[in-house]
């Protein structure tokens, strides 16, 4: 079921009713309606596919009582073992097999074998990279002793599948979400007004910005042959701009609404077209990832401990497996090791934890230097992006090829809706920077405005929605 | 709690009702428009078709004959029906949709090509029939196999209209500045297209070099059907394939096929087909724009020639004045039990 679907508009109402109403504030009955609805949710896509969720419900359910009754150290390392490729089996299989099988067969032939490949046509089950992290980190927290498992299978399996968050996160680490099912929920008004006008942002985010940009960064990319280096770098702003709106629209959706049930889900975005350098922009950007990868990867294998070499080492292995965690192909891998390049002089020079404030602070407009910091760092995203959405590696360097060409400095061959568009674009990211002192844009709407002028914004929001909304997209991030 | 369904209740009322009151104006703003596909609708739907002679088809139908011309050469009434990159499945509907609110008419000029017997999945130009669907069954069940609309959209007002800011701006525009909605010049349904020619059939050449069109199982069937019911209900047709340019012509590599399917069609019940592919216009590149479509002159050429052609095939012109003469001698018979009932 998608957020912006008339759908969801019907079930979020049905399933708020009976959660408060119907359930006399049980908290067991409570997880079980949400678990329910989290199976309906993702069933709706294709109810086959619950097989694999219940699967790895169970797997780690197991695992972590396991965990906990043993002591025996290489016991418990199996038992690790065993829910970690559980999971990345899952993932390895619905992801990438074709990958590694279409590599090594072209590895093969380059060496003078032959092999006839087999390859399977493989339909990827969504949210599949979510919720196996999700679980993942269950059983590594239990096995690290940092989080007592759950005997609670219904608890625990709601934690898994929270259909707020199910599909493209923000992923919850099980010491955040897990205990929030054994507390009592009041449904607390204001909380309830706040996660709704969230969901609205979300929703303008995703809808008009985010589905309108879409229509003209794929106009470009998918033709991008025929056009100038200068409609090629719009391009690439229209996706910078889609792939933003789509998915911080989505964990805002999702945070809002996990909040009508009385839940509280991390922050996955934090304005990060406002960052003055690359690390900035990667502790604002896809938060929940980010993290993961620091807690369960980057610190294992050593940290900043070590040496320059372990930390040059220990970051590109991060930013590299988090380009593959994208999808099964070198586009995001080169990606993510174009991050890793942006940010090698910040970790060199010891400045990747200079901008650790809001910028601009108290301010209404930025000092020369920051606009100009900002301007650089959303460029150099905007250079990594166009890997991550054009077909092919190939694709991406003729791109790359016609943006560093005399055409740049034509005028790009845009339709008059493109303008529209743009015009749209500017306004959203006005309120972005308007409101990026609070966790979303819109936040602090409610102590500013007085009601007539706060229903004002929300109907405005409502009438742009319906008149501005653009095709109807999938959510990017449900391909990953 | 109680607060919250209050306030969240009393944000949706001014929602709900304007839900209503909007679709209203929308709807009711696009049933007088004039613009392209609508002027066509609007004139079925308001009875203002009533032609003795038709055309049916697609764009082909719509651009290549001109009713004008017909009426003033046949001294009947005509009308062309023809709807844009649709096939027989919508052609029909349209069909069906006159025969509910017009005269029945006495003779059906029907333009078929290589895509007639197939079926898209998208509903092309789906804006056309948003002032006619809420509540709309049997547009819903007409419309369904499409990938378009979904069944929100014929059952809770309004939201047929979400992100169609094109027709909600030109709807306002009406409303601000008190003008017209934009005229498409479509005349009697016709559209003469007076464009130079294009490299569409280059592009398409290399976008499908072996390009070959599908047959509607489906569709074929309700073709076959819609001949009977037309048979039966004592409307005459005349099938024609109207003149696609020769250079085009070997796009569709199964061509052969549909031709033999129209003349199997022809044949199965007596009924003319009129075939202009090897016509003189045919070989004139000055007369289209593109492989597929004549302009306004070669429309002219092509609809006087074709009524020529009528007149002088003996067969085709006594179906056509009588088929007239009855629907005249019915229109007048149904004006006289007017005027009896009347006084």
Known sequence: MLFNSIDFAIFLPIV??????????????????????????????????????????????????????????????????VSIVSNLGLLAFFKYYNFFLDNFVQAFTFMGGEISPRSLNVILPVGISFYTFQTLSYAIDIYRRKLEPTHDFIAFATFVTFFPQLVAGPIERATNLLPQ?????????SAAVDGLRQVLWGLFKKIVIADNSAQFANQIFNNSGDYSGSTLLLGAFFFAIQIYGDFSGYSDIAIGTARLFGFSLMRNFAFPYFSRDIAEFWRRWHISLSTWFRDYLYIPLGGSKGGTWMKVRNTFIIFLVSGFWHGANWTFIIWGALNAIYFLPLLLSNKNRTNLDIVAEGKVFPSVKEFSQILATFLLTLIAWIFFRAASVADAFTILG?????????????????????TLITVFMIIEWMGRENQYALENVSITFSRPVRWAVYYSIVLMIFIFAGQGQTFIYFQF | MERLLKNTGLFLLPLVVMMFLADWFFSHHLRKSREDEFSVWNDIYDGKVNSDVVIYGSSRAMVHLDPKIIKDSLKL??????????????????????????????????????????????????????????????????????????????????????GQYKTIGSILKEAVTGTNIADSGRYLGFSAQHKQWNDDLVKAKQKFPDFNAQLDSETVRLFDRYLKECIDNGIYIVLVYTPEYKEGQDFVKNRSEVMNTFQAFSAKYNIPFLDYSDDPISYNKAYFYNASHLNGEGAEVFTSKLISDIKNNERIAHMVYSAAGNNVHQASLESESNFVASH
Do not use: C
């Open chain 1, 181 to 189: 099912f054994f507390k009592k929920r009041q449904l607390d008004y």
């Open chain 1, 16 to 81: 708020f009713f009976i959660y408060w109403f119907v359930t006399n504030h049980n908290l067991k009955l409570q997880n079980a309606i949400l678990l329910l609805a989290s199976y309906i949710f993702y069933g709706w896509w294709d109810w086959r596919f619950l097989s694999l969720l219940i699967f790895s419900t169970f797997i780690d359910y197991f695992i972590g009582i396991q965990l906990e009754k043993q002591n025996d150290k290489l016991k418990r390392k199996l038992l690790l073992s």
């Open chain 2, 77 to 162: 009434d005509a009308y062309n029906l023809g709807i844009n990159g649709h096939n027989f499945w919508l052609q029909y509907y349209r069909h069906k949709e006159l025969m509910e609110h017009n005269r029945k008419p006495a003779f059906i000029i029907h333009s078929v090509d290589v895509f007639t017997l197939a079926k898209r999945k998208d509903l092309f130009h789906m804006e056309q029939f948003l002032p006619y669907m809420l509540y709309n069954r049997d547009l819903e069940k007409w419309i369904d196999s499409y990938e378009g609309y979904s069944n929100y959209d014929f059952n809770i007002p309004l939201v047929r209209y979400y």
């Open chain 1, 402 to 422: 016609s943006i560093f060409s005399s055409s740049l400095f034509t005028v790009p061959e845009i339709p008059i809706r493109a303008l529209l568009v743009l």
